[in-house]
């Protein structure tokens, strides 16, 4: 499953993005992280909340900032610009 969705210069389309998890994800993580990306298409908002809990509940976690500064930087929370 992908994490999330990216435009990169000179291709038509968003391309998936996959991530190899770490170590320290749980199932239970990773099926809340996966939820929160399937849900970015449809709510960026709500993606964002979600995001946001989760990364408070792991505040060392650079991943999670990471992908959370992504949401924050798509318009709709489904595609982040990369180039």
Same mark, same amino acid.
């Given at each position: ?7 990169? /210069?000179?291709? +038509?389309? *968003?391309?998936?993005?996959?991530? *190899?998890? *770490? ?6 993580? /990773? ?26 509940? /792991? *505040? $060392? ?14 318009? +709709? $929370? ?6």
């Amino acid at each position: 499953m992908a994490l999330g969705n990216i435009a990169i /210069r000179g291709r +038509d389309a *968003p391309q998936a993005v996959f991530t *190899p998890w *770490p170590v320290d994800y749980d199932e239970q993580l /990773r099926m809340r992280l996966h939820a929160v990306m399937a849900g970015a298409d449809g709510s960026a908002e709500a993606a964002r909340r979600q995001i946001a809990q989760l990364v408070a509940e /792991r *505040p $060392g976690d650079a991943i999670l900032a990471r992908l959370a500064a992504r949401l924050d930087a798509a318009a +709709d $929370g489904s595609v982040a610009a990369m180039s």
